[in-house]
């Protein structure tokens, strides 16, 4: 999977198995299947580590939440040094347009989640918004 996106190379880690191709989280020191929605979930995880600071040990990946007696999976909860957390991201495949469902869907899960900042990406383009639903970027680390 050769897509360009916005965030920055980082040294992927695939294998082949049964005509399938993984891709080594390192987050969650697992092979997962490389989808196009997980090649953009994997490049913004670095893109968060490297680049915005962001301490691997804070970072929430694909974990089940309820909502509404639904179980859901939100993409990537960050949290702060209090595990209070501070950052939601859904992420979409490459080709997936960030429209208003996608908002409404991260929303739907900062419901529950209650964090500060909310971000909405598929590789290409992102937005971030605060707490006032005001568009924003995405602060480093250090600055939440």
């Not at 939440?65 to 939601?88: E, S």
């Not at 419901?111 to 590789?123: F, T, V």
């Amino acid at each position: 999977m050769n897509l360009a996106l916005k965030y920055p190379l980082f040294n992927t880690k695939l294998k082949k198995q049964k005509g399938q191709t993984f891709i080594f989280d390192e987050v969650r020191k697992k092979w997962l299947l490389l989808t196009p929605e997980e090649w953009v979930r994997q490049h913004l995880i670095h893109y968060l580590i490297l680049e915005k600071k962001y301490p691997v040990s804070l970072i929430s990946i694909e974990k089940e939440i309820i909502l509404n007696d639904l179980k859901k999976r939100y993409d990537i909860v960050i949290y702060n040094k209090q595990l209070m957390p501070v950052v939601v991201i859904e992420c979409k495949a490459p080709y997936i347009e960030l429209d208003k469902n996608v908002v409404e869907q991260a929303l739907r899960y900062n419901l529950i989640i209650k964090a500060k900042y909310l971000m909405i990406s598929n590789g290409v383009s992102d937005i971030t918004f605060n707490s006032l639903n005001q568009a924003v970027n995405l602060p480093d680390y250090s600055d939440l």
